[in-house]
């Protein structure tokens, strides 16, 4: 059992069902994880009942070292591999915690925790960094879920939006530029499609 991530619920996993309490104890009720079990691995003993929150997101750490991070309404983010992480000792298995960006988990036998950066995503794609580079070009950050198709688009007026970038993420953060951006002042924004 953890704190969420905002520290005002306590979240509990068995068998891809989070339950969910508040801090005096009055029981909140169920988020299934959607397709918890489908990674091999993720449905043993042990396994399914590690748990982390970062922000209002959760994690989940199976035996073949595979980080999932999950929404708040049970839908899988994204996962990725801890390489060289524990997975096959009693220690490992028990062993998932999230802090200031990194996930934490035991190496071996009797072993430190260690600690793997991630880069958590938000749900919806969030537009920061904006810089203009000169001829005609503007260049901004894109963080986004990795694998989600997404659409850029932008305007002059507020009023009409027009996209001109549809893609999908590799990474949860990517640098656009739009070599288009030369003449008058525009504005941006990002949507999941």
């Not at 969420?4 to 988020?31: E, K």
């Not at 071996?108 to 958590?120: E, F, M, S, V």
């Not at 537009?127 to 997404?150: D, I």
Request: proline content about 6%.
């Amino acid at each position: 059992m953890v704190l969420n991530g905002n520290a005002n619920d306590y979240v509990a996993l068995t068998a891809g069902v989070i339950q969910r309490w508040r801090t005096n104890g009055s029981f909140l009720g169920t988020v299934t994880l959607a397709g918890f079990g489908a990674v091999p691995g993720e449905n043993a003993s042990f396994q399914n009942v590690r748990l982390a929150a970062v922000g209002n997101n959760w994690l989940t750490y199976n035996a073949n070292r595979v980080l999932s991070i999950w929404s708040q309404r049970g839908s899988r983010i994204a996962t990725t591999t801890l390489q060289n992480a524990g997975a096959g000792t009693i220690e490992a298995q028990f062993s998932l915690s999230y802090c200031a960006g990194k996930v934490f988990v035991v190496d071996a036998p009797a072993g430190l925790w260690r600690g793997y950066d991630i880069c958590t995503s938000p749900e919806r794609p969030i537009l920061s960094n904006p810089v203009r580079l000169g001829g005609g070009q503007f260049q901004l950050n894109l963080h986004a879920p990795p694998a989600r198709p997404y659409i850029l688009e932008r305007t002059a007026n507020l009023t009409t939006w027009t996209p001109f970038l549809t893609n999908t993420p590799l990474a949860p953060n990517t640098i656009i530029t739009d070599t288009g951006a030369a003449g008058s002042i525009l504005y941006y924004r990002a949507r999941t499609q």
